[in-house]
């Protein structure tokens, strides 16, 4: 299985001897969350969020021309779902990292996102302080 699946992640600095900011795509249909993550990347240093999206075919209109280092995907949307969103970024061979932020945390949900490149897999309910502890350590601005 993908890294997500053992304990507490560790992950290496995408970022380059420049510093330059850590492009996130978030797509998510709820406002509160929405608020609470971006809130929570304005926090961290070197991050910057690039777009966002609710439904699945926006974010894929989105995504063919965004340029992003990091996608963070819910499973359950307004229109579609992150796994059909996955399944479509599929073609567009672009290199981003896929991380899922999901209340739908199945087994078959996490074989299905291994299947599509996704490198973390996050319960909304009890792992958000993880979610932002990889994007620290994503951003190079971890302190440890």
Known sequence: MGKYQAGTPRVESHQSASRNPLRVFLVEDSLVLQELIIESLKAIPGIVLVGMSETENDAIQKLIIADCDVLIVDIQLKQGN????????EPL???????????HVSSTYRRLCDQYGVEFFFDKTSEFSRLCMV??????????
């Open 82 to 89: 992150g796994i059909n969103l996955l399944r479509r970024l």
């Open 135 to 144: 994007l620290t350590e994503l951003s190079g601005h971890a302190t440890h």
């Open 93 to 103: 061979e672009k290199k981003i990292l896929k991380i899922v932020f999901s209340n």
